[in-house]
């Protein structure tokens, strides 16, 4: 392939012969830079295995003090099929910018991450941008002085009419919703909450089969209160944090 460049006012071309091999790195540059538009217009998120791994590269990190991190596939063996996808799960993370796009994967089998400040603030910045979401979705305060019965508030509403139960509802729907985000952080659990986080899956099933089931309110909170415990009793986690963020507006 042969592309031509003309500079009409100096009267000068210059000429560029592509071999197959150049066309491939132009294609793969060209589409790599589409993907790093998309995730700055859209989902900052990673995927769950390159999550996992990022962890564990973190977790690395904090042994040893350095921002490098050589060692085996094996290292990373907790995550399912992990030698067919760690290059995709790289990939993943040098696109989200999470580690240096000089990381590779010899032949043997050795890996080298080298980590960025994204990588490095990424669980910590997912956990604030958790929290922001918890802080836009909380309902308005509203101070009342003296004692109020029968109170009627709407919120997002124009010339709305409402019917009321005077009779406190639970808002089933409201719970899925927060158990549906706290379930996105089940790979993590086993590094987050230790031997805790079977109990912290099996309560999340027990909440999922009342809400399907309108049990009674009663036993949904209480289940939501061991969750919240479970989640502050781990300490130094910011995932954990979030989730118990999540439970005072219930």
Not at 101 to 126: A, H, P, R, W
Not at 224 to 240: R, T, Y
Request: glycine letters at 6%.
């Amino acid at each position: 392939m042969e592309i031509t460049l003309m500079g009409w006012e100096n009267k000068m071309a210059i000429s560029i012969k592509l071999d197959k091999s150049g066309i491939k790195k132009i294609q793969n540059e060209l589409e790599y830079s589409l993907k790093r538009q998309m995730i700055a217009r859209g989902s900052t998120e990673l995927r769950k295995d390159s999550e996992v791994f990022l962890k564990i590269v973190l977790d690395k990190r904090n042994e040893t003090g350095k921002d490098t991190i050589v060692g085996s596939v094996d290292m990373f063996s907790s995550i399912p099929n992990i030698r067919m996808n760690i290059y995709n799960i790289m990939d993943d993370l040098k696109l989200h910018n999470c580690i240096s796009t000089q990381s590779n994967i010899c032949v043997s089998g050795e890996v080298e991450i080298i980590l960025t400040m994204d990588g490095i603030d990424y669980f910590k910045e997912k956990g604030s941008m958790l929290e922001r979401e918890v802080q836009k979705n909380m309902n308005n305060t509203n101070n009342f002085y003296g004692n109020v019965t029968g109170v009627q508030i709407q919120q997002g509403t124009v010339n709305s009419n409402q019917k009321q139960n005077v009779s406190e509802e639970f808002d089933y729907e409201k719970i899925f919703q927060i158990i549906r985000k706290i379930k996105k952080y089940d790979p993590m659990f086993d590094e987050e909450y230790g031997q805790l986080a079977s109990e912290m899956r099996d309560k999340l099933s027990e909440i999922e089969r009342l809400l399907k089931e309108k049990e009674n309110p009663s036993k949904i909170k209480v289940l939501l209160g061991d969750i919240k415990n479970l989640s502050l009793g781990v300490a130094g986690s910011v995932i954990a944090s979030g989730i118990a963020s999540l439970l005072p507006m219930v």
